[in-house]
């Protein structure tokens, strides 16, 4: 509320995702007349650049309400380690779409002989 100055419209399915057509609409009809509306402006349009572009996901009409503390301080956004976080979220997506167990049998591996490879023996 406090970010949008309306209450989000959230998904059916589940309230954690934000119809991002509906934060469109509300940043198309901002009369940017005052201070406060440019900001909520602003941070109508970072939400949709956060949702559909920078931490995407297979839905590309809703994004995750978690984004919403990331707007709050406005002073602040600018500080924020934004690379970071767009390659935490994509290593994260990377994994979970490849369904990489991190959990290795042991001696699935082998080291590489070379001719400089030193073989102990316990005779």
């Not at 509906?22 to 009809?29: F, K, N, S």
């Not at 301080?73 to 979970?96: M, N, P, Q, V």
């Amino acid at each position: 509320m406090a970010i949008f100055g309306r209450e989000p419209v959230l998904s059916r399915n589940s309230k954690s995702y934000i119809k991002l057509g509906w934060v469109r609409c509300i940043r198309d009809e901002e009369s940017l007349d005052t201070e406060e509306s440019i900001r909520r402006y602003v941070r109508c349009q970072i939400f949709c650049l956060l949702g559909s572009t920078l931490f995407t996901d297979k839905s590309t009409a809703y994004a995750h309400a978690k984004y919403l503390p990331l707007l709050r301080d406005f002073e602040r956004i600018h500080t924020y380690s934004w690379g970071s976080a767009c390659l935490a979220h994509l290593y994260r997506a990377l994994c979970r779409a490849s369904r990489y167990d991190t959990k290795h049998p042991q001696c699935s591996w082998r080291l590489p002989v070379t001719s400089e490879t030193i073989y102990c023996c316990p005779n």
